[in-house]
């Protein structure tokens, strides 16, 4: 029987725990404070005691090529060194952390974010192939902005070397492993989706893409432990080209045999909608005027905000919330491939964890709920099944990160009762180091 207290080796790596905090947007960007900030996000999983830390996409390349404001850029050698200081809080804390590589392609911030757009006019997207006819019309109807920059050959290649230089930087910095961000609509799962990639060179096998990746890194940061999303896009509309669960399960195995380390097999659609997020509608995050503002600047104007919060409205109808979305192609995955399967997804409880567990996966990660409660992992590890996460999944700390702002719980029910928690000492750890002063801060 796995318990989730036990080791994992992933690629040599020996993982103190089965628990890891899934990537997330830190919004630390670049600045003077940003590895402050980094520490600040990060450090208090690491005290908790949880196994590996992801630190959430951080863009390979620029300008440009961001999904979301502020994220941090690491094709700085200089900048990345600095992120030393990251990667020694999390192991002095005897845990282990990895750095996830990403470019936003035709999903960056020059697609959908206006005011974005208009300080930046000459930014252009990446793009894997010519638009695909529903993004094209997406674009005449002034819905989204697109001016695509199909990539050659070889630009394609130059790409692969800036996630090879990047993870190379980061290994120097101290990171113990690298994940790709092969899912969520960035520039690699639109190299795997038949509805983004139609190109008719080697790359119109999209896995091809995620090995040039691979030998890049190899080549760049060694033996580092190699991880990457794959996507099934399950939630496609009829009619429109998407990967099956069945391709998603295939993509696994070659990457497994290719020398990738782990996997982490996740659903969603082929465009950027709630099916990544599933939950409430987040309303008291709608309403909020503290973002008001910042929704007007991102989406064009008040009538266009209103709109996208109706979209928002809709789609979370469609996209209920459901435990473990993810278990399923999971276990399908863990049955063809000798390398560990990661699960996130709507896993909320310790009983979850322990019913997928060596059956659906051999780790077990959870995103937004560290919104709430960043030392999560101190009452999840030695608990009963009964215990759970607070996270209501209302998705109220996910939509003002479109207007820069940090990703922290804002729902006041839930504030309250991790507030309890902590008061009543719910996430002390006895044996923890102590904490840095960038995480009392």
């Not at 993810?326 to 699960?343: F, K, Q, S, T």
């Amino acid at each position: 029987m796995v318990r989730l207290e036990d080791p994992l080796d992933i690629g040599g790596l020996t993982v103190p725990n089965r628990l890891y905090r899934a990537p997330l947007l830190e919004c630390a960007g670049n600045g003077a404070g940003a590895v402050d900030a980094l520490v600040s996000h990060l450090e208090p999983a690491a005290t908790a005691g949880a196994g590996l830390v992801c630190q959430g996409a951080t863009i390979v390349r620029g300008p440009g090529g961001c999904a979301a404001p502020n994220m941090t850029y690491v094709d700085d050698p200089d900048f990345v060194s600095r992120l030393s200081r990251v990667t020694t809080a999390i192991h002095d804390h005897g845990s282990t952390v990895a750095i996830q590589l990403e470019h936003g392609g035709l999903r960056s911030m020059e697609t959908w974010h206006a005011g974005y757009r208009s300080r930046h006019p000459d930014y252009r997207q990446l793009a894997v192939s010519p638009l695909p006819p529903l993004l094209r019309l997406a674009d005449r109807l002034g819905l989204l902005s697109y001016d695509p920059d199909v990539m050659t050959r070889e630009e394609v290649y130059d790409l692969a070397a800036d996630f090879g230089r990047a993870a190379g930087y980061a290994v120097d910095a101290g990171y113990d492993a690298v994940h790709i961000a092969g899912a969520n609509m960035g520039i690699v799962h639109q190299f795997l989706s038949p509805f983004y990639n139609r190109r008719d060179d080697e790359f119109a096998d999209g896995v091809r893409f995620l090995e040039v990746v691979h030998d890049e890194i190899r080549d760049h940061a060694g033996d580092v432990p190699l991880l990457t999303k794959v996507p099934a896009e399950t939630e496609a509309p009829p009619g429109v080209p998407h990967i099956t669960s069945r391709e998603a399960v295939h993509v696994c195995r070659r990457l497994a045999d290719y020398g990738y380390d782990a996997l982490v097999p996740v659903t969603g659609s082929v465009f950027w909608d709630a099916s990544i997020v599933r939950g409430a509608f987040p309303d008291h995050a709608w309403r909020d005027d503290r973002f008001r503002d910042g929704y007007v600047e991102a989406f064009g104007g008040r009538l266009r905000a209103a709109l996208v919060a109706v979209g928002n409205w809709l789609e979370s109808l469609v996209y209920d919330f459901e435990p473990a979305w993810n278990a399923g192609i999971c276990r399908a995955v863990r049955r063809v491939v000798d390398v560990p399967v990661l699960a996130e997804g709507g896993i909320r409880t310790r009983g979850e964890i322990d019913r997928l567990l060596g059956r659906s996966c051999d780790m077990v990660g959870m995103g937004r709920p560290f919104y709430a409660e960043p030392r999560l992992p101190a009452r999840l590890l030695d608990s009963t099944p009964e215990t759970s996460a607070v996270c209501a999944s209302c998705n109220n700390c996910t939509v003002p990160q479109v207007t820069g702002a940090d990703g922290v719980c804002r729902t006041p029910d839930v504030l309250r009762e991790a507030g309890r928690l902590r008061r009543d000492g719910a996430y002390d750890r006895p044996d923890a180091a102590p904490e840095s002063s960038s995480e009392r801060d």
